[in-house]
């Protein structure tokens, strides 16, 4: 009896250290070292640096976002060797009205619009103010598929800035930069002046006015509508100037909304 009550004991003894062992190691923490740590961390900073470059530039990725609403506008009949005969355009609602600055269309005996898919057609003024330069057309015949811009809010200085349009005949043209002034005064083409102008310096150029102002969400936030140039000359000196959109889009009685 008493063995086997000493057995049982060593036997119960064995049963309930293996218990404790096994709940020991099951409570306890792996332990990692400083080079495993290291590594684990250079692997997480390294895909998310991956990531990051395989994301397009914001750039990229407004281009394609805006290109669909772009229009390239030619004003046939004008006459004068300062006055435009090339420009650019945004469509604004789903019936395919156009916004565009006033000089690049004004005294034209026709103008015809170019479209993102190829086609074209004619169009004409169907509202426009002289104190801000700016036109809305209506064409005659409007694209199969219409894309009207997204409006933006009000710029700030600092914020990034993209200018799309037709520069020296170059048509789609993406230019970056940023907005480095508001509430600024420009020298109308019809000799007025007018104010409240966002000034940027994403490089424009004759055939960009009447083009989008873009913010980095490819929001429309202004219409250009000329370049400072001290020298006389009509080509980019590092400042632009657009309408800021709230004042386009009433200005010429377009239905923006």
Known sequence: MITLKRVGGALLVVAVAASLVIGIRANQRPTVSRATAGGI???AAGKAVSNLQAQPPD???IYNQVAPEIVVIEAQGKV??????LGAGVIVDQQGEILTALHVVDGATAINVTFSDGSSSRARVSSSDADH???S???DTPPSVIIPAVLG???RIGDEAFALGNPLGLVDSLSQGIISGLDRSFP???GRTMTGLIQFDAAVNPGNSGGPLLNNKGQVIGIVTGLANPAGQRAFSG???AVPISTAGGAAGAPLK
């Open 41 to 43: 961390a250079n692997q």
């Open 59 to 61: 750039g990229v990725n």
């Open 80 to 85: 004068g060797s300062n006055v435009e005969s």
């Open 133 to 135: 330069d700016i036109a």
């Open 137 to 139: 057309l209506t064409p």
């Open 153 to 155: 809010g009000a710029a």
């Open 188 to 190: 109308a083409p019809n």
């Open 239 to 241: 400042i632009g100037f």
